[in-house]
């Protein structure tokens, strides 16, 4: 589904990602640690195509069209989806036009015509109710005035209703308390059907003890240094990244000593 | 003379004087009050002529090439036909309300639905003559040493509306007047309206301007009288063509405890609107609200001049304009706030909020405050923005194109003045008409 090879990017002329690889395929759930800083959101916007980020090198082919030549928007009517990390408030939007509004440019992108206003409502109680969404957030401006834990829940129900085929979750677990985490994660994967994809980019082992990757991997100074299994993630909950670090500093100065 | 470089030398200024000398043996047939108001009122326009650049109020606003044009000053008309599609223009969605027409500012019945209200009266400005709340608020409540348009509209004004609400009469359905400006060769205009709101009545007027394409300079003149405890609600719904250009001055009287509102809509096409809006909090408790939404468009420039005068204690006014300015569009704004000596208590706000969209479109804001009173709450401000990236890209991850979630900016930008309008059907044109003026 997502084939990302020897992707480069930087931002402001400094060089994040230095040359990532990345195999998701249809179905899978695929987990990214690392340390603050190492491009982890960074990768999550060069893949929904922010501005401030420029492609250096590499590609990125989404069910094999080269994503990176187009637009955010349609890349999001193509079936990606980011449940961003900082979800923007904006004031006089409200969160059900803004919905409905999204839903029928993706649907007009596939030559479907308008979602009629019955099956809308009917769609959005359904999702609400997935995942125990409360009715007066969803009627009120988009993310204003949410606490951090309502924004992050915004987001997922956001997913639930556009329905993507690769969906990435930055960090959508912190802020959410004990709870509202069982309810995201009980609601993600209720959403999984075998055919649609997750990137899950996450500092704790908790969320995936809900939401069971197949593969995780680690990111570190803008690339992936280590996958794994499921294991890999309790193995960095006890030991943390040091012991990478190092590893990664031999690749790196292996790189300069052996040219190729 | 010193004071000529602050007047523009035009043949119109020629015409209006002409005007006035030809026309003033038949002046005699009017209202006494009519005729007093007109006498000083062209002493005082031979002294103010048409504002320069160099009078502060008119420093942004430069009315030569509007002069430059050879404006002819309008003649008695005779009655002219309206295509239905032009009043369609401005027709409202779905709105139940009485249509009444004014072609170049006469009052048409034959194209209006006269409102059969018990305690609503309304006529052209001439029928209303012998009128008790013509005679008692006719000109009386503006400053023609100050405005130079509403002296010479005072002097040489032709036709008019006029509207009584008695007391205690409350007009369910709103009152929705268009203007409709049409001229063969480019003509100078200046309507006039007169409205007076009895104690414990209670009206909406809607006002919408049309033209056909016609080259027209409109210099209208609105006086509103809100009497004690009554209540007016105050639309403004300005689209037009690049022809047209109009300069409006709205002069409102509020006494005690009454509650005026106004909202101003204005959209790009018309290449000059210049807005003085007035208002006199003159008695206690009084309320008044202005919200003012300016999406402005091309060459086009939109001034709006406000003045709240609060003259009298424990009132409340609040004002909120916010413009939106695409392509080469320029914009003023100029809110002055007075609190009087008298004015204890007073809350008086007003903001003024600027989107500039276009790279070469310009606003000069300019917020005032003069307060002579001790115990009041004020505050103003103004702002100028773009859009916010981060939320056009939240948009736009979403699958929402370029153009529509630019569209959803603007309107969110828009919905502190939006959400006021109290009339559904208004509302929903409103944002029609943004959506619209965006494209
Ligand atoms: N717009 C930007 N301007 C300047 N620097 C940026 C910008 N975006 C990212 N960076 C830098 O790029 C690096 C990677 O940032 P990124 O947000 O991708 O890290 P992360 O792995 O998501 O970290 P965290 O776990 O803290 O969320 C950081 O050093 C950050 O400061
Ligand atoms: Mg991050």
């Known amino acids: 589904m997502l084939s990302i090879k020897n992707l480069k990017a930087s931002v402001e002329g400094k060089e994040i990602l230095k040359g990532l690889n990345l195999e998701v395929n249809a179905g899978e759930v695929h987990a990214i640690m690392g340390p603050n800083g190492s491009g982890k959101s960074t990768l999550a916007s060069v893949l929904t195509g922010k501005e401030a980020y420029d492609v250096t090198g590499g590609q990125a082919l989404f069910e094999g069209k080269d994503l990176l030549d187009l637009s955010p928007e349609d890349r999001a009517r193509e079936g990606v989806f980011l449940a961003f990390q900082y979800p923007v408030e904006i004031p006089g939007v409200s969160n059900i036009n803004f919905l409905k509004t999204a839903l029928n440019e993706i649907r007009a992108y596939k030559g479907l015509p308008n979602l009629e206003a019955k099956e809308f409502l009917k769609l959005l109680k359904e999702k609400q109710k997935l995942l125990e969404f409360d009715a007066a957030l969803a009627n009120r401006s988009l993310n204003e005035g949410f606490s951090g834990g309502e924004k992050k829940r915004n987001e997922i129900f956001q997913l639930a209703m556009l329905d993507p085929k690769l969906a990435i979750l930055d960090e959508t677990d912190s802020g959410l308390d004990i709870d509202a985490l069982r309810i995201v994660s009980r609601g993600v994967n209720k959403l999984r059907n075998g055919k649609n994809s997750f990137i899950i980019i996450t500092h704790y082992q908790r969320l995936l003890e809900y939401i069971v990757p197949d593969f995780v991997h680690v990111l570190y100074k803008g690339q992936i240094v280590k996958s794994g299994t499921k294991e890999l993630a309790l193995e960095l909950e006890e030991k943390g990244y040091d012991w990478l670090k190092e590893d990664s500093h031999e690749t790196e100065a292996a790189e300069i000593l052996l040219p190729r | ?439």
């Open chain 2, 1 to 439: 003379m010193e004071h000529r470089t602050t007047q523009i030398n035009s043949t119109l200024y020629d015409q209006c004087i002409a005007d006035y000398e030809v026309r003033s043996p038949l002046f005699a047939a009017e209202a006494p009050e009519v005729v007093a108001a007109r006498a000083q009122a062209i002493e005082q326009f031979k002294q103010l002529g048409f504002p320069s650049t160099k009078v502060e109020d008119w420093k942004y606003t430069n009315l030569v090439p509007v002069l430059k044009e050879n404006f002819e000053l309008e003649q008695d008309a005779e009655v002219l036909t309206v295509a239905e599609a032009l009043l369609a223009q401005a027709k409202i969605d779905l709105l139940d309300c009485y249509r009444i027409v004014l072609v170049n500012g006469k009052y048409r019945a034959d194209l209006s639905e006269v409102p059969a209200v018990e305690g609503l009266f309304l006529s052209s400005l001439s029928d209303a003559a012998d009128r008790p709340a013509f005679k008692q608020h006719f000109g009386k409540y503006i400053d023609l040493s100050k405005f130079h348009f509403a002296a010479a509209n005072t002097a040489l004004f032709r036709n008019g509306l006029f509207i009584d609400v008695k007391r205690n009469t409350v007009v369910e359905k709103p009152l929705h007047l268009i203007h409709v400006a049409t001229a063969g060769a480019p003509t100078y205009f200046q309507p006039r309206q007169l409205f007076v709101v009895g104690t414990s009545a209670s009206i909406s007027v809607i006002e919408s301007y049309v033209t056909d394409g016609a080259p027209v300079f409109v210099n209208n003149v609105a006086e509103i009288v809100v009497q004690e405890n009554a209540q007016m609600q105050h639309f403004y719904i300005q689209a037009g063509d690049a022809n047209a250009r109009y300069v409006h001055h709205t002069e409102v009287y509020q006494q005690a405890n009454s509650q005026y509102n106004n909202y101003k809509a204005s959209f790009p096409g018309t290449s000059l609107w210049r807005n003085n809006m007035n208002i006199a909090l003159d008695g206690e408790n009084v309320e008044s609200h202005l919200y003012g939404l300016y999406l402005a468009g091309g060459h086009q420039l939109v001034d709006n001049h406000t003045i709240v005068d609060h003259r009298k204690p424990h009132c409340n006014s609040n004002e909120l304009y916010k413009g939106v300015m695409k392509d080469e569009s320029a914009g003023v704004f100029n809110g002055k706030i007075f609190v009087r000596k008298d004015a204890q208590k007073t809350n008086a706000f007003q903001q003024n909020n600027n989107m500039l969209l276009g790279k070469k479109a310009v606003v000069d804001s300019k917020p005032q405050l003069e307060i002579f009173a001790d115990d009041v709450k004020c505050s103003h401000g103004s702002t100028m923005g773009q859009f916010n990236p981060e939320a056009l890209f939240y948009l736009k991850s979403r699958g929402i194109g370029d153009e529509k979630a630019r569209a959803l900016l603007v309107h969110a930008f828009a919905y502190d003045v939006t959400e006021k309008i109290p009339i559904p059907e208004v509302q929903s044109h409103i944002n029609a008409l943004i959506d619209q003026g965006l494209k």
